[in-house]
């Protein structure tokens, strides 16, 4: 004798709802059914909707499941493909935890720069700032924490687009682009000193 949809859902730790749903979206096939119309589950079944748990536990939509089909025809494929797309998603999240920690240290570099006075001249340094002027604030900026920091991590300008998506010609290109719209002639020179 088999189990009633009840049974089936309080052996496998789920709702009579759950049960139903798997089989409206075909991941669990249709019981037979008893004389008086009632359904009898197996142990199959079982097998299914806790396996079925275990893979959403494990963070599967219920598509991805279905894609997975029905492991005892592949019982050591199911677990190496979940690895597989483990491994991907591990990847991914790290690759996006290490661009967040550069986000982070740009917003703290920034919150420096607003901090220190020197950074706070170049912003108002005029267009047409005297040479020895320019000379003496490239000289002072060299020397601020945030500039060592960032010569230390990129030596040139090349180093910092290393790996960019387009690639290293078009970094650079986008980024003198972006020089020339946010910064005055003065403060382009400045920029150039320090950098010699």
């Known amino acids: 004798m088999g189990w009633s949809t009840r049974q089936l859902a309080e052996l496998a730790g789920t709702t009579v709802r759950a049960v139903r749903h798997y089989h409206e979206v075909g991941l669990l096939a249709e019981p037979e059914r008893r004389a008086n119309g009632y359904k009898s589950y197996g ?3 079982l097998v299914r909707v806790l396996r079925i748990k275990r893979l959403t536990g494990l963070g599967l939509s219920l598509a991805q499941v279905a894609e997975l089909g029905d ?3 592949h019982p050591e494929q199911t677990p190496r493909e979940l690895d597989s797309e483990l491994a991907a998603t591990i990847e991914r999240l790290q690759r996006t ?7 982070l240290r ?3 570099a920034l919150q420096a720069h607003e901090l220190d006075p020197v950074f706070a001249e170049f912003d108002h340094l005029p267009a047409d700032a005297h040479e020895q002027t320019r000379q003496d604030l490239a000289e002072r900026l060299y020397l601020t924490p945030q500039a060592r920091k ?3 991590e990129f030596p040139s300008a090349r180093d910092m687009c290393a790996g960019a998506p387009r690639g290293e010609d078009f970094a650079l290109c986008a980024i003198a682009q972006a020089i ?5 002639p003065a403060q382009i020179d400045v920029l150039i000193r320090m950098n010699r």
Do not use: K, S
Request: hydrophobic share 40%; glycine share 0%; net charge negative.
């Open 71 to 73: 492991a005892d025809e």
């Open 180 to 184: 020339h719209e946010l910064y005055n």
């Open 150 to 152: 960032m010569f230390t």
């Open 43 to 45: 142990v199959a079944h």
């Open 106 to 108: 740009q917003t703290e």
């Open 97 to 103: 935890r290490r661009e967040l920690a550069v986000i």
